[in-house]
C-alpha cells in the first residue's frame, strides 16, 4: 500500500523546518543543524530550545 503523502514522517519535517526557523530568530544568529542527530552543532543554547518542560499533566 502507498503511503499517503500526509504521514508521520513528512509531518515530522515539516514541524522541524518550523521551530528550526523558530529558533534561529530566538537566537539571533546562524545555526549548524544535524538532521541525523536533530541537535544543533556545538550550540548548547540552540540545543535548550529543542526539548522544552511540557506543562502538567503532559508527560512523555
Excluded at 544568529?29 to 536533530?38: A, C, M, N
Aim: hydrophobic residues 35%; glycine residues 4%.
Amino acid at each position: 500500500m502507498k503511503k499517503f503523502a500526509l504521514n508521520e514522517v513528512n509531518g515530522h519535517r515539516s514541524c522541524t523546518l518550523v521551530n528550526l526557523g523558530k529558533i534561529t530568530l530566538q537566537t539571533g544568529r546562524v545555526l549548524h543543524f544535524d538532521p541525523k542527530t536533530q541537535r544543533f552543532i556545538k550550540d548548547d543554547e540552540a540545543n535548550s530550545y529543542v526539548s522544552q518542560p511540557m506543562r502538567a499533566p503532559w508527560k512523555i
